[in-house]
């Protein structure tokens, strides 16, 4: 949701600026800009669009500066417009600002300024705290950088929202100062350089040593040096991080977009997703990261878990996995109904929170609502500094590695992996005795290599794209653990080739979804070999005989299939708990080929952005 870059140190400005914009764009894509300082002042480039509008505006009118800010946009106050794009000036025109967040009280402090004779050129919440913070350092009497940070702390004292900002002043010429609340900021350590990004990716090719603020943290930035203090006034405390991905895995490597590296990257990530978790000796998982004992584990006698989008969708299927493996019942919520629903909580109940960035608001509000209700509340995160994790009484991470395709694939069966993991540990303090845990290990073991032989059904996935990429509606069934792997199929479609599609158990499609089936809606049922083989067969035939088309993914030697279904894509067998990590690999491949069929942006889809950090 936005992304911000800032740079300052002896090198041109623009091509950091620009290549981490591009890194960024992924969180928002609806209009970028870039402000440079010089010799001359401060100058602004911003384009509607895409980084290569700003790119090609640039070329037209070219600018350089060693120091500077950026943005790219996805818009939340104001239309998509040059005029919203940021940086936004103050009323000097000195003072220019990004931001990624929401400022929600920025109506009665827009008309507050205005009663004070200022003038605003855009609608965004953004343009506000510009001149708020312009305002309080034309009131001092000095005209340096404590003036500017305490301006910035002025300000920031008087907003409500959320905020990862940077801000260059044309009077304060090598410094940029920045600032967190809500929205993640990291400072980058380099060599007579410093960086400010909304993520690591930006600036990963340049540093690998970074700081990643807290919120209500400032930090002013400079050629050779930085400082980190409090809105407050304080000073900060910090911890320098090593980065654990290198620039290459930020990169798109041989493939043609991230998405489709992401996908053809799970085997790796599931295997780290158990790297060192598996203990052969006590036939169990090993989560250190859950900062709990046995005995505090033995208590746990409810599992709430929440999240959005594709994380909800694993929580779904975590249900069945953890409940299959451990007998504790488990409930999902979707996160942005958890944070309001007053749902009863008892003692024993153990919540997880479920995000893949770390970072998206309605989860983060989850978490601070359970935890305010005292509840342990752990966190299942692949960004490892995010706010989630940060958060967190504790947790699992993803060590998926940087996903960036906006479409979320790698994080879903790292997801999935986990949940086995934590049903295995459950289950044996319970009921699973050595010997099952020793069984169930092997079948994890046996994981990645089944995902990689998963992953060679593409031809044949890519082949049944082509053939259904012009329907205009789809229909995605499965029962138990697969129906959750339907509602995800459904989403990956919907949401890179705009084609509309739904999801359901299949039994419901007597029950009102059967009036969809046409000869022009195909219908795709996770079918594979296990106890409700027979009762999808059941469902595949009722939309058979009304002449729906159906792709049907099954097992490896199924031959029922083959007699009623249109198309059959057969995966390797798997125990129930972790067949979804496979029959949703297929999914995603169709997804990605339709939309690829259909020119459409896979890896920046319409609306979207990667990271949903306002509410
Ligand atoms: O970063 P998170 O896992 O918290 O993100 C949650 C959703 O926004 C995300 O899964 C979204 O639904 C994806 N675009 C789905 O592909």
Known sequence: MCGIVAYIGPSDALPVLLDGLRRLEYRGYDSAGLALLNPGGIEVRKAVGRIANLATEIEKFPIRGQAGISHTRWATHGAVTRDNAHPHADQSGK????????????????????????????????????????????????????????????????????????????????????????????????????????????????????????????????????????????????????????????????????????????????????????????????????????????????????????????????????????HIPVECEFASEFRYRNIPL???????????????????????????????????????????????????????????????????????????????LLGRIRHLSHSDGRDIIAEMEKLPDLVARTLELETQVAAIAKKYARANNFLFMGRQAHYPVALEGALKLKEISYISASGYPSAELKHGVIALVTEETPSVFIAPQDAVFEKNLSNIEEVKARKGPVIAIGTEGDTSLRKVCDEVILIPDAPVYLSPILSVIPLQMLAYHIANELGCDVDKPRNLAKSVTVE
């Open 95 to 326: 003072l220019h600002l990004v931001h990624n967040g929401v400022i929600e009280n920025y109506q009665s402090l827009r008309e507050q300024l205005q009663e004070r004779g200022h003038i605003f050129h855009s609608q965004t919440d953004t343009e506000v705290l510009a001149h708020l913070v312009g305002e309080a350092f034309d009131r001092s009497t000095s005209r340096d950088g404590a003036a500017l940070i305490e301006a910035l702390r002025q300000a920031l004292r008087q907003v409500i929202g959320t905020y990862g900002i940077s801000v260059i002043h044309a009077e304060v010429p090598g410094l940029i100062v920045g600032a967190r609340r809500g929205s993640p900021l990291v400072l980058g350590i380099g060599k007579h350089e410093h960086f400010l990004a909304s993520d690591v990716s930006a600036i990963v090719a340049h540093t690998r040593e970074v700081v990643y603020l807290n919120d209500y943290e400032i930090v002013a930035i400079q050629a050779e040096g930085f400082e980190i203090s409090t809105v407050s006034g304080t000073g900060a405390d910090f911890q320098v991080s090593k980065v654990e991905f290198t620039a290459e895995s930020v990169d798109k490597g041989q493939f043609p977009h991230y998405m489709l590296k992401e996908i053809h990257e799970q085997p790796n990530s599931v295997r780290d997703a158990m790297r060192g978790r598996l203990s052969i000796e006590e036939a169990t998982a090993k989560l250190g990261g859950l900062n709990m004992t046995n005995a505090e584990l033995r208590a746990v006698d409810r599992v709430i878990l929440t999240g959005c989008g594709t994380a909800l969708h694993s929580a779904l299927v975590g249900e069945y996995l953890i409940e299959s493996l451990s």
């Open 346 to 424: 008892d003692r024993d109940t153990l919540v997880f929170v479920i995000s893949q960035s770390g970072e998206t608001a309605d989860t983060l509000a989850a978490l601070r609502e359970s935890q305010r209700k005292g509840h342990r509340t752990l966190g299942i995160c692949n960004n490892v500094a995010s706010t989630i994790a940060r958060e967190s009484d504790g947790g699992v991470y993803m060590h998926a590695g940087p996903e960036i395709g906006v479409a979320a694939t790698k994080s879903f069966t790292s997801q999935l992996t986990i949940f086995a993991l934590l049903g295995l």
